[in-house]
Structures are given as C-alpha cells and as structure tokens.
C-alpha cells in the first residue's frame, strides 16, 4: 500500500522560505507521479506542483507558482521536497502530498484532486508577520 507522510510545517515569516518533505512508500510499480496540493481556510483543494518518477520532470499549473516553488525528489531517499520561497500570506494552508501511478510514457500536463489516489495526512504552513 501507498504510504506518503509530509513534513516540514510551521509558522513562517512573510518573505520566508521553507521546505516541505514528502516521504513515500509502498510503491508496486515504478512509474508514478507524486503531487503537492494546498488547502486554504474555507477554499477547495488546489493543486501546487507534480512531478514524474519516469524522467524527474516537474509540472506547475500557474506560473506564479513556478516563480516561487520548486519541487524535487530525492530517489536514494524516496523523498519528494518543495521548496517554498517568499512566502505571503496567502500561501497559507494545509499541504497535502499525493500520488498516483502513470503510463510510462505519459507527460505530466495537468494537476486535479481527482486525478490521484493516495494522499497524506497534510502539514500545516502558516505564513504570517
């Protein structure tokens, strides 16, 4: 079974930086792709970066987000971090780690809730003054 356990929350100055980390397990097949998503007080889940096991790409579905959020794994570790940099109130938010597996040669091009199947506990991010 497909376990993911984020970590990596806290309160973060306006302007700070932070890293969050993914730790997964239980994979049966080697090609999957492991997401972050976002849940902000009193709105939906939103989805922030993907990234691919096949080839290590990485997808952002807004561009504002791609300027200030990197995400990347570590395979020695199985570890998906993202790194979150000036960071505003609005980033605010419960951070989910999800997966799902993916055809081997399919492109990450999108990024909606539905689309995955295994989620983690979230780890709360707090951005404030």
């Known amino acids: 079974e497909v376990q993911l356990v984020e970590s990596g929350g806290g309160l973060v100055q306006i302007g700070g930086s932070r890293r969050l980390s993914c730790a997964f397990s239980?994979?049966?097949?080697?090609?999957?792709?492991i997401a972050w998503f976002r849940q902000a007080p009193g709105k939906g889940r939103e989805g922030v970066s993907a990234i691919s096991s096949t080839d290590g790409s990485a997808y952002y579905p807004l561009h504002s987000m791609k300027a200030r959020f990197t995400i990347s794994s570590d395979s020695a570790k199985n570890i998906v971090y993202l790194q979150m940099n000036n960071l505003k109130p609005e980033d605010t938010a419960v951070y989910y780690c999800?997966?799902?597996?993916?055809?081997?040669?399919?492109?990450?091009?999108?990024?909606?809730?539905?689309?995955?199947?295994?989620w983690g506990q979230g780890t709360q991010v707090t951005v404030s003054s």
């Open positions: 239980g994979f049966t097949f080697d090609e999957y792709a």
């Open positions: 999800a997966a799902r597996y993916i055809h081997i040669l399919e492109t990450l091009t999108d990024l909606e809730e539905y689309q995955y199947d295994f």
